[in-house]
């Protein structure tokens, strides 16, 4: 599916939006997990049989804030992108939102190109791969919401209508070899805190590391 070209529409609020705020269910405390160590550079990527790695591939895996999200739309659509370039690639997509609100999401903001996507509803992948709770600094700070009026006014990227997810689970993306190695991370210390996916490639295009 190829992403739909919006680079003529920059004024228009899409009628799906929301304000940042909405969506009262999404504000709400999700349930604790047992939240695994941080991952680093060199260690070996969790597998489960719902994400199994290594696949043979080198792989991008992009763990999103909650469907709606203005950031988790600016990440994908990036990811969709490099998918689309970078077809030796694998890109994968997890999302916490369900998978009906995940899949009407997907086409309002392009499709999903040779994106991936995985519906984790429990959160269990996020928690195995260190991805916990955040706090209210992280998604509502003064630099958070203006960036996130940035992206409306700079690339027409709203705040769109929220139905499923926690808007306190925090986001990230990771990088790994063929052999499950992990070579790149990024974990979110803000919402808006996005990947660095140039990063991520060239993590991957480098020399082997040592187990």
């Known amino acids: 599916m190829s992403q739909e070209d919006d680079s003529n529409n920059t004024t228009t609020k899409p009628a799906s939006t929301g304000g940042f705020f909405q969506g009262f269910e999404t ?4 349930e604790p997990k047992d939240v695994a160590p941080a991952l680093k550079i060199g260690f070996f990527a969790p597998t489960t049989p719902q994400l199994p790695l290594p696949d043979g591939r080198p792989t991008i895996v992009v763990f999103l804030r909650h469907a709606g999200c203005p950031f988790a739309e600016k990440t994908f659509k990036t990811l969709a992108a490099v998918s689309d ?6 890109c994968i997509a997890v999302s916490h939102s369900s998978a009906a609100a995940t899949d009407a999401w997907l086409p309002q903001i392009g499709g999903s190109w040779f994106v991936d996507v995985i519906v984790d509803e429990e959160r269990d992948l996020y928690a195995q791969w260190g991805l916990g709770i955040t706090t209210t600094w992280h998604v509502a700070n003064p630099a958070t919401l203006w960036s996130a009026l940035r992206l409306a006014k ?5 705040n769109r209508n929220t139905t499923s997810g926690s808007r306190w689970q925090m986001s990230g993306a990771f990088a790994v070899d063929q052999g499950g190695m992990i070579r790149w991370v990024h974990v979110a210390r803000t919402a808006d805190d996005l990947p660095d996916f140039k990063a991520a490639i060239e993590s991957l295009n480098a020399e082997p590391l040592s187990p």
């Open 154 to 158: 700079d690339e027409n990227i709203w």
């Open 27 to 30: 504000w709400k405390s999700p």
């Open 85 to 90: 370039k970078h077809k030796d690639v694998h």
